[in-house]
């Protein structure tokens, strides 16, 4: 069989089937029975593929995506989350567009105690919106920062994310964690200047408002209190990472235990907290690992069809600048991310891409993080982009799409400006994850 | 016939207590392992085993309550702008898929647990573990994942929620 009919063949299934709305893990699954047939030829490719998808589960590189999520899980069930965003809250002062800041501000801060983006731009969405709208922010200026921030923890360590690409991508899972510190805080600056531009060019969508006035000590006293214990949960993540004292997989628990610490100290660990968090774990990593227990065979597949070789033989012979070939895989991903969850797509485009950047002497760990930000940023590409209509379900009645989509725009924008400065400056990524040999 | 669901819904929030579990042990097991090198002790040879093969299990064990809690990922958007008789007909083929091709894999799983108790095979890891352990959980949970898809076929009920509702995920 030609390499692109087998290509055809096994990416046309998963997406064929993904249309007609069979679920993700089982689309993936359908195609690698069919796929075992066609190409082994024999019922002992069942076999091994069973076999394989065993192999591809129990592995410790996966270790960090249950407990990176039950960090996450604590975190927000328990209250956590809420007293970090309640002393921001306090430490903003009256400052023209405060609220959208702080959403920058605080969806930042989750992204270093959460890995889940979803999560994320769901706790601002609801804890934001409403004051926002309470207060005549304009929605240009309610939904803008929330789309845009909610993707952050994409890409600032902890990222469940990143520890899935790592692993099916077959790199270093700390190194990519930890590329995406420096471009994340960059990208949450590049954040709040445009919004100082938005209020800037139209003063009117984000009000000034009178707010409480705190003295230096009831400031202090919250930092104190609420804010920097938050720093024994990074330092024991993050800290652990880069002081060699754990791997990435090791600091995935140490961060469970750093929140479960300060859910105890706080008094906010209850059967209940517990009982969500847990539940709400099995639920994501279940789901997540039900998918990519398929992954080994469906990337085994292309690959023992001739697809993968042919596919790259076919990419390489445009002899195209390495620069216009990261950006044509860049815009395949913003592309399939229009209509696609983000572990399918990278299920869907690791087998082929990263042989590929391999060929062209692309740096896998800047690669895999210019990945996240495709991944990132095509959750707010219209027309199908997964957190627009999250938006548009908690936004009050009668926004449009249009109106969402063109909130996310300037944000977008922050995104391409980031991705510019990574291909500009490669060190602004590699240096932190170098720093770890 | 009720006290059969009963049973049967009291097994697979059971296995969804398990999983939860699975994790709860792989989390403790870490915390020690790390503790006991950074004392400078020599740490237990089994902890990277058994967190590998709990990932297996917690996965396969929270499987059917996944699919009973509707959180399975799906693309809605072209068959959720389709008539809805035609949505509905792919929503059974969607089922029926699901539980053809998960039978399938609990089939080869089952045949892969009997081949190795038949010539007793070890899986070399940190210690070495019975093979037929890493092949059990499969045939339980996509069985269990077939049933709850069943549910889905022959009953009122659908699996896909509103798109627009936040969702649980990473």
């Known amino acids: 069989m030609e390499w692109y009919t087998a290509g055809a063949l096994m990416l046309g299934m998963v997406i064929g089937l993904m249309a007609l709305g069979v679920p993700v893990a089982l689309a993936f699954l359908t195609a690698n029975i069919v796929g075992s047939l066609v190409f082994v030829g024999h019922l ?157 060019l139209n003063p009117a969508g984000a009000p000034a408002y009178e707010v409480p006035r705190l003295g230096w000590l009831e400031k202090g006293r919250a930092v104190v209190v609420n804010l920097l214990p938050m720093g ?29 610490i300060l859910t105890v100290a706080f008094r906010l660990l209850t059967w209940q907290v517990i009982r969500t968090s847990f539940e709400s774990t099995i639920r994501v990593s279940g789901m997540v690992f039900f998918i990519i227990m398929n992954s080994a065979v469906f990337s085994e597949l292309l690959s023992y069809s001739g697809a993968s070789s042919g596919m790259l033989s076919w990419a390489t012979g445009f002899s195209l600048p390495t620069v216009a070939m990261v950006l044509i895989m860049f815009i395949t991903l913003l592309a399939l991310g229009m209509f696609m969850d983000p572990v399918s797509m990278m299920l869907i485009s690791v087998p082929i891409f990263f042989p590929l950047i391999h060929v062209l002497g692309v740096d896998p760990i800047w690669f895999g993080l210019l990945v996240l930000l495709a991944l990132e940023m095509s959750g707010t590409t219209p027309p199908f982009g997964l957190l627009l209509f999250i938006m548009i379900g908690v936004a009050p009645k009668g926004t449009t799409l249009l109106e969402v989509a063109s909130a996310a725009f300037p944000f977008l924008v922050c995104d391409t400006i980031l991705i510019a400065l990574m291909i500009l400056f490669p060190q602004f990524v590699l240096w932190l994850p170098n720093l770890m040999h | 016939m009720k006290s059969i669901a009963a049973g049967y819904n009291w097994l697979v929030n059971a296995l969804a207590v398990l999983s939860a579990v699975t994790i709860a042990v792989a989390f403790v097991l870490i915390i020690v392992d790390v503790t006991v090198r950074t004392l400078g002790f020599s740490p237990p040879s089994y902890t990277i085993a058994v967190v590998e093969y709990a990932l297996l299990y917690m996965t396969m064990f929270a499987a059917p309550y996944l699919v009973r809690q509707k959180g399975h990922v799906f693309v809605d ?29 609990a089939w080869f799983a089952v045949e892969l647990f009997v081949q190795s108790i038949q010539m007793n095979l070890y899986d070399e890891r940190g210690i070495d573990m019975p093979m037929w352990s890493l ?30 509702k936040p969702r649980d995920s990473v």
């Open chain 1, 44 to 200: 002992a490719g069942l076999l091994q593929m069973v076999d394989n998808s065993t192999s591809m589960l129990t592995r410790f590189a996966l270790a960090p995506v249950p407990l990176f999520i039950l960090m996450g899980a604590l975190f927000f069930h328990s209250g956590l989350a809420l007293r970090v965003f309640d002393t921001l809250d306090k430490l903003m002062g009256k400052l023209r567009g405060r609220l959208c800041y702080l959403t920058v501000l605080g969806g930042a801060m989750f992204s270093t105690l959460t890995g889940s983006s979803m999560a994320n731009t769901a706790m601002l969405g609801s804890l934001m919106l409403p004051e926002m709208d309470r207060r005549g922010y304009n929605k240009r200026m309610s939904m803008g920062p929330i789309l845009g921030t909610g993707g952050l923890a994409m890409i600032i360590p902890p990222s469940n994310l990143a520890v899935l690409l790592a692993s099916i991508a077959n790199i270093d899972v700390g190194q990519l964690l930890i590329a995406g510190l420096l471009p994340g805080i960059v990208l949450a600056c590049l954040f709040s200047v445009m919004i100082f531009l938005q209020i800037k």
């Open chain 2, 135 to 164: 092949y059990l959980p499969i045939p339980i949970g996509f069985v269990f994942v077939a049933l709850e898809f069943t549910r889905y076929l022959i009953g009122k009920d659908t699996m896909y929620t509103d798109r627009t």
């Open chain 1, 232 to 260: 024994l949960v990074v330092f024991m993540v993050i800290g652990f990472i880069l002081l060699g004292i754990s791997t990435p997989t090791e600091a995935a628990a140490f961060g469970v235990l750093g929140v479960l």
């Open chain 2, 77 to 105: 958007a072209l068959t959720s702008r389709l008539p809805r008789s035609v949505e509905r007909i792919c929503a059974k083929f969607a089922y029926l898929l699901s539980i053809v091709v998960s039978l399938i894999f």
